[in-house]
């Protein structure tokens, strides 16, 4: 019916696909035929599993973030010209850009928007249920929105599964450390947190003892009060993993 409607094609765009089943063979046949794919989605599950198993050696694999600063300025057609930190005015100007652009984040649908709180908010509710969840079949919902809480409020500490697992049986809930492992992975998935690791010798204690952060300053900020602090180590922690060609280990543990 496409070919009857828009005629032979070959180049194919495709969002979400691996919501229909068997997707990773179709894309594999319209290559192997000499189309060119692009196919995006939102979970890291998605491209590592399906896409390294049926089409190895047949696609680059491509991570697009949030917009930084400096892309956040170019949307808004802010251009800084030479000496501009000494006009007053764009300065002011500079200043009030990076401000909203440090509480609200990188997601361009925030941009023209008044309440971008309430976007936010949405938007991580979205994750939560749709990429995290619901995709993985959770059923004990009010244990892993406390991990994300935590996680939340410990940005600038090095956080240990155990600590973790202690604050979800106070809060009275049950969660064996395997689990807890799956459902910090699952996060990870969704492109909501990214860890670093340890810096040490010991495979332990790397993979026990991480900091963690939110892929987005806007849906940290959904989370905590008096956030400056966090929300500027967020950031840089952001802009390391965009640079990083190599594992990162933060000095003496902390950025």
């Given at each position: ?180 492992v799956d459902y ?15 810096f040490s010798d010991k495979l332990s ?51």
């Amino acid at each position: 019916a496409f070919i009857e409607l828009f005629g032979e094609q070959k180049t194919f765009y495709f969002d979400e696909i691996q919501n229909i089943p068997g997707w990773e063979r179709f894309v594999r046949r319209l290559h192997d035929s000499g189309c060119k794919v692009f196919v995006t989605g939102s979970n890291a599950n998605m491209l590592s599993r399906e896409l390294g198993t049926h089409l190895t050696g047949r696609y680059c694999q491509i991570e697009l973030y949030p917009f930084s600063f400096p892309e956040y300025l170019k949307y808004q057609h802010f251009d800084l010209v030479a000496n501009w930190e000494y006009n007053l005015k764009v300065k002011a100007e500079l200043v009030k850009k990076f401000e909203t652009y440090f509480y609200f984040g990188g997601f361009a649908e925030t941009f023209p928007l008044k309440d971008k709180r309430s976007w936010l908010n949405s938007l991580f509710q979205k994750i939560l249920l749709g990429d995290v969840i619901s995709r993985n079949d959770i059923r004990n919902e009010s244990s892993i929105r406390l991990i994300v809480k935590k996680l939340a409020e410990s940005i600038m500490q090095p956080l240990a599964l155990a600590r973790i697992l202690g604050v979800i049986k106070s809060a009275g809930c049950s969660l064996s450390y395997n689990t807890l492992v799956d459902y910090l992975q699952y996060l990870n998935d969704a492109y909501l947190i990214f860890g670093i690791s340890n810096f040490s010798d010991k495979l332990s204690e790397k993979e026990s003892i991480k900091k963690r952060y939110f892929f987005d300053n806007g849906l940290l900020n959904t989370f905590i009060i008096e956030p400056e602090s966090k929300l500027l180590e967020n950031l840089v922690a952001i802009e390391l993993k965009k640079r990083r060609h190599h594992n990162t280990y933060p000095s003496s543990y902390s950025l």
